[in-house]
């Protein structure tokens, strides 16, 4: 089992930045793949971003590329996503996500954290 819990939500302008991290516990967290998601009202779960267990790789979703980045701590068992020049439509409440393989993927996560909400005023 893996224990996922995001932090750093929270209400900014827009055009500004956020950085929201997810510390995982449990199982040897260097070996899990982690995404980051979102979820706004009424919409689908969305995928952001993702890396590979060494930090060696990473994709993203059109929609956030150029503006958000995904970063991981090994030591500090913790993936972080950095966003910058936020928008409105970027409110949403975000999940972090893990699984067990050495390859980047969008989907088939086993693990989620419990969200943490971001807020862009306009």
């Not at 060696?56 to 913790?78: C, L, W």
Request: glycine share 12%; with cysteine.
């Amino acid at each position: 089992q893996v224990q996922l819990v995001e932090s750093g939500g929270g209400l900014v302008q827009a055009g500004g930045s956020l950085r929201i991290s997810c510390v995982a516990s449990g199982r040897t967290f260097s070996m899990y793949a982690m995404g980051w998601f979102r979820q706004a009202p009424g919409k689908e779960r969305e995928f952001l971003a993702a890396i590979t267990w060494s930090g060696g790789r990473t994709f993203y979703a059109d929609s956030v590329k150029g503006r958000f980045t995904i970063s991981r701590d090994n030591a500090k068992n913790t993936v972080y996503l950095q966003m910058n020049s936020l928008k409105p439509e970027d409110t949403a409440v975000y999940y972090c996500a893990a699984k067990h393989t050495p390859v980047v993927v969008t989907t088939g996560y086993d693990y989620w954290g419990q969200g943490t909400q971001v807020t862009v005023s306009s």
